[in-house]
């Protein structure tokens, strides 16, 4: 079969294609070969460029339709809007590092830790079941778990004498949904972070042990340094899952708690910030940060390539 | 010797703790319905409930439409882009990468701004739903299909095949489809799951489903919405139990990952 090489099989479908015509004869045949990913791109420009085009410049649009920097400047100047952010900041971040190192934990337990294997595959089995498990569902689980009348709450109190209630405490704040995320958080850790530990050759920790090196010695120059990539890539993975997620705080708080999602969720069932150029700016926030997120983490997939197979 | 592992027993502990309590609770508080005894009256008002079947059916609906879609557009893609146009990859990549970038309460926004007025109007449709739910799946479904793709040699495949002397259409049935029945099959189930138990889409565009079915009783009624989220959960379960049941043995064998929701 020819190999078909043109620069126009080269580009994406849709970038131009103004080659000027060289003076080098033979001309190339036209190649249709870019036809085959036409259907993908064209739902990905409609669906995924084009809405988040649309935010960008809406962002950009004020109430009466002129261009404006106030929107992108109230992001940081409206105090509600701020509080979102940083909520929804602090809320990622929290379990984005309680989730990596309680998952990390995990998963060096069943994996090098010296448990049984069936520990093992049960352990990756349920992680990825309960990774999966987010949204509506997690939030009744908790909330019938330490929910005022949920289990651990009235074996506390029945077994215990403690009343987690009291003092007016109640789950639905911001400890109360870290603990609910955490349950989707730290078995995606353990996921990733499985395959990682067991990529750790043994040669490594014997060339460290035959030069002096210690157990610190291994993990602070050898193994740490080697899953340091894997190992910040799925923490601000987690970042990322935790910043997006709207189901699960919705249904376990309601708008108790002012995340970033729950705005724009509430912006959309009516306009509550009374400015639809906010509410994109506050969406272009979200596109922003995410953004972000992930070239972090396509970076940081990249250097852990090098080492872990 | 080695010592016994008492930090790795006790770091799987409370793992397990944690995976279990929430779902030993919920199971709890769907039996108490009934003052003073275990019943499964919370059970019986769940299934008795007509909007039950309705949503759930509606939803069952979204998930069949929506891995269609996926389907077709996916599989073609990656396996042109494996066997023709390798180039394209990093973009076919980057766009698999994009529903983590914009998620899905901001996509929604953005799609109800630009679909909600002509000259495209989709949200008067189940069809913003769909396109919604059609790229969700497609980083679950890409990837699938790509591990799969990759694990067999597809171009000399594809080679022996024609010159055998068959067409594209035989080729993509008996030849590509059964070596790639395990990947599809993957990113079959786990759109299921995701679909099965989505809220967010369904409930900002005000369609009928499973997940806002949940959320709603959740609001009016106690221990059902427990009894019905547990059923939930075991559509998950089923759904990744069966797609590890499925890729046992594999090489590489990638364990579905789930996004934000």
Known sequence: MAVERSPRAETGPRQEMGDAPSARPPRRPVTWTWLGVVPFFTFAFLFLFLPSASIFVRSFESLDHTFTFQNILDLFQKSDIRNAYRLSLQVSATTAVGGSIFGFLLAYAVTIGGLPKTVRSFMLTFSGVASNFAGVPLAFAFVATMGNAGLVTRLLEDVAGIDIHAGGFTIYTFWGLSIVYMYFQFPLM??????????????????????????????????????????????????????????TAY??????????TIVIGAQIQGDVLYNPGLGNAMALGMIVIMSMVMSIYVWSQRRAARWVR | ??????????????????????????????????????????????????????????????????????????????????????????????????????????????????????????????????????????????????????????????????????????????????????????????????????????????????????????????????AVSLMSFLITWGSIMLIQWLGRGARGQQVPVGGAR
Request: some cysteine.
């Open chain 1, 190 to 247: 353990v996921l990733v972070m499985a395959p990682a530990l067991d990529g750790l050759r043994r040669e490594w920790r014997e060339a460290c042990e035959n030069l002096g090196g210690s157990t610190w010695h291994y993990w602070r120059y050898v193994a740490l340094p080697i899953l340091a990539p894997s190992l910040l890539g799925t923490a601000i993975l987690l970042f990322g899952n935790a910043f997006g997620a709207y189901a």
């Open chain 1, 251 to 260: 249904a376990f708080t309601g708008s108790f708690l002012n995340l970033v």
């Open chain 2, 1 to 226: 010797m080695r010592r016994f592992p008492v930090w790795s027993w006790f770091w799987f502990i409370i793992g397990v703790l944690y995976f279990f309590i929430p779902l030993v609770s919920t199971l709890e508080f769907s039996l108490r319905m009934l003052k003073g005894r275990y019943t499964l009256e919370a059970y019986r008002v769940a299934f008795q409930d007509p909007r039950f079947y309705q949503s759930f059916g509606y939803s069952l609906l979204w998930a069949a439409i929506t891995i269609t879609i996926s389907l077709l557009l996916v599989v073609p893609t990656a396996y042109w882009v494996q066997l023709k146009l390798p180039k394209a990859r990093p973009y076919v990549e980057f766009v698999t990468l994009m529903p983590f970038v914009v998620p899905a309460v901001v996509l929604t926004f953005g799609l109800i701004r630009l679909y909600g007025r002509p000259p495209l109007v989709l949200t008067t449709t189940p069809a913003a739903l769909i396109v919604g739910y059609v790229v969700l799946s497609l980083p679950y479904m890409y990837r699938s299909v790509d591990a799969g793709l990759r694990a067999v040699d597809i171009r000399t495949l594809t080679e022996a095949a024609q010159s055998l002397g068959a067409g594209w259409g035989t080729i993509l049935r008996d030849v590509i489809f059964p070596n790639l029945r395990v990947a599809l099959l993957s990113g079959i189930f786990l759109t299921f799951a995701i679909v099965m138990g989505e809220f967010t889409f369904a409930s900002l565009l005000s369609r009928p489903a499973f997940g806002p079915y949940i959320e709603e009783i959740g609001a009016m009624r106690a221990y059902t919405p427990q």
